[in-house]
Nanobody, 128 residues
């Protein structure tokens, strides 16, 4: 069992930055796929960034060159660094993990619906 707890959400103006942090109950990166997905009201969930067990990272086209993920195995955290935020980035952001060894690209498409573990989410609101 893996417990995930997100933090760092908030409100920011367009063009600003936020960093979300996901704290895992155990060091799971070596044997699991992890990532972030988001869901805005009335919209389908969207995979944002995924990190596979080989250390490969994939990003959604909508956030490429603006968002990056970093991991700290010593602290069991997976951070999502968000820059140049846009109003369309407004959503609830979730950290997710799964023991199946998805590739990072596969994970982007399935994490919202197939990943076994997810956190409670943290809200990000970007105003224009």
């Amino acid at each position: 069992q893996v417990q995930l707890v997100e933090s760092g959400g908030g409100s920011v103006q367009a063009g600003g930055s936020l960093t979300l942090s996901c704290a895992a109950s155990r060091n799971s990166y070596s044997d699991q796929c992890m990532g972030w997905f988001r869901q805005a009201p009335g919209k389908e969930p969207e995979g944002v960034a995924a990190l596979d067990s080989d250390g490969m990272i994939a990003y959604a086209d909508s956030v490429k060159d603006r968002f990056t993920v970093s991991q700290d195995n010593g602290k069991n955290t997976l951070d999502l660094h968000m820059n140049s935020l846009k109003p369309e980035d407004t959503a609830m952001y979730y950290c997710a993990a799964d023991p199946i060894l998805w590739t990072a690209i596969q994970a982007l498409g399935v994490m919202a619906t197939h990943f076994r573990f997810r956190g409670q989410g943290t809200q990000v609101t970007v105003s224009s």
